[in-house]
T-cell receptor, first 112, second 114 residues
């Protein structure tokens, strides 16, 4: 699985968009970008995934650069409940095992 | 919405004792996982389980660990002889099928070994 680099921490004002970057310059053609988050020692929660096109769901948007070497997770209107550690994970399409390898992630603090 | 459940939420045990952590994955899911997170550290993969057998395990998952799906609903992690360094949050996760991208995690069991 390709290595990812994320900022250690970020702050965001409530109601504003939170843009969380991730670098994955060694990503290969068949690898996907996944985002999970972990709210205060709870179990990680899936947010979104993508291969090369931008993706949007009810939680967030994922913007992947054309060269696929980096991506940005966007929470369009951050709330206090979005305070969490956000993990960017690059791995191949799911198969029989499909373990997730978590890094240290970005700690997002949403403030009033 | 269906969810993964884990029991107990907190387990305290003495070093050398056996513990069994229990998980009820989402019904009809086929792939099951255990992860652990030592306080302040990363979430680490332990083992994946499919079709009643281990499909992958990490170096952490040594002979002291075992997993079982005894009755088609529960998924258990057993640690035979606990060590102080086994103290951690243990998360169970499940996935619906081979093409599914999303793993659903339970709330975790905090294991404290004294």
């Amino acid at each position: 699985d390709a290595k990812t680099t994320q900022p250690t921490s970020m702050d965001c004002a409530e109601g504003r968009a939170a843009n969380l970057p991730c670098n994955h310059s060694t990503i290969s053609g068949n690898e996907y970008v996944y985002w999970y988050r972990q709210i205060h020692s709870q179990g990680p929660q899936y947010i979104i995934h993508g291969l090369k096109n931008n993706e949007t769901n009810e939680m967030a948007s994922l913007i992947i650069t054309e060269d696929r070497k980096s991506s940005t997770l966007i929470l369009p209107h951050a709330t206090l409940r979005d305070t969490a550690v956000y993990y960017c994970i690059v791995r191949s399409r799911p198969g029989t095992a499909s373990k997730l390898t978590f890094g240290t992630g970005t700690r997002l603090q949403v403030t009033l | 919405e269906p969810e993964v459940t884990q029991t107990p939420s907190h387990q305290v045990t003495q070093m050398g004792q056996e513990v069994i952590l229990r998980c009820v994955p989402i019904s009809n899911h086929l792939y099951f996982y255990w992860y652990r997170q030592i306080l302040g550290q990363k979430v680490e993969f332990l083992v994946s389980f499919y079709n009643n057998e281990i499909s992958e395990k990490s170096e952490i998952f040594d002979d002291q660990f075992s997993v079982e799906r005894p009755d088609g609903s529960n998924f258990t992690l057993k640690i035979r002889s606990t060590k102080l360094e086994d103290s951690a949050m243990y998360f169970c996760a499940s996935r619906s099928g081979q093409a599914s991208y999303e793993q659903y995690f339970g709330p975790g069991t905090r294991l404290t070994v004294t």
